[in-house]
């Protein structure tokens, strides 16, 4: 075998080849280790977005490797018409490790969120006179097919795709009152983030979930938490909600469990298993190889309880940023486990970005103030420390 790496030139032809959607550097990633990608020119980068809080595991794990290894020997895919045995094997490992008691599988973020939203649906159609309304917040992200994009709380989106699809209405997150006071006949369901990821890093804070489980079980309406970007040991617990000490009805996960290969699910309850035949589906629900990795994501984080390091490793971060902080080089810090936003004294995200970027390092900015770290769960204190050297550099 070949070891070398070949250094492929990106050409405005192959640039050109691909619909642009977003800017992109000139850099062709060629391979990644644990805290580590290389591009094609060899050059390294210590990656702390994780291909966007994915990676939960680093770049290439052994159990992943492992698993894809024999799952694709062993089946690829059956067919959505039968059951299979890593399916059978990670639904109940979900189910043990979560106030759940059924889970549909699907492939990324926006479809576990279209399943939520289904079945919020069928159930206001069922039991609620056929109130299909669900309220969400402003600064709120829930994907991008047509109904999670009108669920997200971007504003100028409203503009983008008409005729906008109904059904939603948002919110101020943290303001108890303002759903109070949204709440009617037609509302099925409340749809929160436990920490507005894309919107910022914003935090929930734990009364106010106590007193949205109180309220939607009052009202009798659901709660549907968005943890695709919280779930599976980001934020120093298994899953978000159990922070806040409260059970949602429904809830959704994608980014980390599936530690980069493309897999979704929503989690319900027995109460919930209310799609009648045919209502809900997919060609590639429980698809064996992608069950097989999410079982060994999993299965993983759980043995080696990975949560307790986001835990550990976040506050580091944000004791060392903090110093930054004295220092007037930054404005802010904030964020739960391993999901850490940097407010800056400008609005120049893109830019340290960038520099960061020359320098070796892969940090977001998701609003022109801010930095997002989100970075794999097995990370260390020497990652961590060259991390923040660089940060330190360039601001
Ligand atoms: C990323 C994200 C989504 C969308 O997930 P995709 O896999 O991109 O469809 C939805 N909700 C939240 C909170 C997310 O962070």
Same mark, same amino acid.
């Given at each position: 075998?070949?070891?070398?790496?070949?250094?492929?030139? =990106?050409?405005?032809? +192959?640039?050109?080849?691909?619909?642009?959607?977003?800017?992109?550097?000139?850099?062709?990633?060629?391979?990644?280790?644990?805290?580590?990608?290389?591009?094609?020119?060899?050059?390294?980068?210590?990656?702390?977005i994780a291909g966007w809080a994915v990676?939960s595991?680093?770049?290439?794990?052994?159990?992943?490797?492992?698993?894809?290894?024999?799952?694709?020997?062993?089946?690829?895919?059956?067919?959505?018409? &039968?059951?299979?045995?890593?399916?059978?094997? /990670?639904?109940? $490992? =979900?189910?043990?490790?979560?106030?759940?008691?059924?889970?549909? &599988?699907?492939?990324?973020g926006?479809?576990a969120n279209?399943?939520?939203?289904? =079945?919020?649906?069928?159930?206001?159609?069922?039991? =609620?006179?056929?109130? /299909?309304?669900?309220?969400?917040?402003?600064?709120s992200f829930h994907g991008?097919?047509? +109904?999670?994009?009108?669920?997200?709380?971007?504003?100028?989106?409203?503009?983008?795709?008409?005729?906008?699809?109904?059904? &939603?209405?948002?919110?101020?997150? %943290?303001?108890?009152?303002?759903?109070?006071?949204?709440?009617?006949?037609?509302?099925?369901?409340?749809?929160l983030e436990p920490i507005q990821g894309e919107g910022g890093i914003n $935090?929930g804070? $734990?009364?106010? &979930?106590?007193?949205?489980?109180?309220?939607?079980?009052? %009202?009798?309406?659901?709660?549907?938490l968005d943890e695709i970007q919280t779930g599976i040991g980001r934020t120093?617990?298994?899953f978000a909600?159990?922070?806040?000490?409260?059970?949602?009805?429904?809830m959704t996960i994608a980014k980390g469990i599936?530690?980069?290969?493309?897999?979704s699910?929503?989690?319900?309850? %027995?109460?919930?298993?209310?799609?009648?035949?045919?209502?809900?589906?997919?060609?590639?629900?429980?698809?064996?190889?992608?069950?097989?990795?999410?079982?060994?994501?999993?299965?993983?984080?759980?043995?080696?309880?990975?949560?307790?390091?986001?835990?550990?490793?976040?506050?580091?971060?944000?004791? %060392?940023?903090?110093?930054?902080?004295?220092?007037?080089?930054?404005?802010?810090?904030?964020g739960m486990g391993l999901l850490i936003g940097?407010?800056?004294?400008?609005?120049?995200?893109?830019?340290?970005?960038?520099?960061?970027?020359?320098?070796?390092?892969?940090?977001n900015?998701p609003?022109?103030?801010?930095?997002r770290?989100m970075?794999?769960?097995?990370?260390?204190?020497?990652?961590?420390?060259?991390?923040?050297?660089?940060?330190?550099?360039?601001?």
């Amino acid at each position: 075998m070949n070891n070398k790496v070949e250094k492929i030139p =990106l050409t405005e032809e +192959a640039k050109n080849s691909i619909l642009y959607v977003s800017d992109k550097p000139d850099i062709i990633m060629e391979k990644g280790k644990g805290m580590y990608l290389w591009d094609t020119t060899g050059k390294k980068y210590l990656d702390f977005i994780a291909g966007w809080a994915v990676n939960s595991l680093g770049h290439c794990p052994e159990v992943i490797i492992k698993a894809l290894e024999y799952q694709s020997k062993t089946l690829i895919n059956s067919s959505p018409a &039968f059951y299979n045995k890593p399916m059978i094997n /990670f639904s109940k $490992l =979900l189910i043990n490790n979560s106030c759940f008691d059924r889970v549909f &599988f699907s492939t990324s973020g926006a479809e576990a969120n279209e399943s939520a939203i289904k =079945l919020a649906k069928k159930y206001g159609t069922k039991y =609620l006179n056929g109130a /299909f309304e669900i309220i969400t917040t402003t600064n709120s992200f829930h994907g991008r097919t047509l +109904a999670t994009m009108a669920a997200t709380g971007k504003p100028n989106w409203k503009n983008l795709y008409k005729p906008y699809y109904p059904g &939603f209405s948002h919110v101020a997150f %943290n303001d108890i009152k303002a759903i109070k006071n949204k709440i009617n006949k037609n509302t099925c369901a409340i749809m929160l983030e436990p920490i507005q990821g894309e919107g910022g890093i914003n $935090l929930g804070n $734990l009364e106010y &979930f106590k007193e949205i489980r109180k309220l939607c079980t009052d %009202n009798g309406i659901l709660l549907i938490l968005d943890e695709i970007q919280t779930g599976i040991g980001r934020t120093g617990k298994l899953f978000a909600y159990n922070h806040f000490d409260i059970e949602p009805d429904i809830m959704t996960i994608a980014k980390g469990i599936g530690g980069g290969f493309p897999l979704s699910a929503m989690l319900t309850k %027995n109460k919930l298993n209310i799609f009648n035949k045919g209502d809900q589906g997919g060609t590639y629900t429980g698809q064996p190889l992608a069950m097989s990795v999410g079982y060994a994501v999993l299965n993983r984080v759980i043995e080696e309880k990975l949560w307790l390091n986001a835990e550990i490793q976040g506050k580091y971060i944000i004791e %060392n940023l903090n110093k930054l902080k004295d220092n007037g080089k930054i404005k802010s810090v904030r964020g739960m486990g391993l999901l850490i936003g940097i407010v800056l004294n400008k609005e120049n995200g893109d830019q340290i970005v960038n520099s960061c970027l020359k320098n070796g390092l892969i940090v977001n900015s998701p609003k022109s103030n801010m930095l997002r770290l989100m970075p794999s769960l097995t990370v260390e204190k020497n990652h961590i420390n060259n991390m923040i050297d660089i940060i330190k550099e360039i601001i």
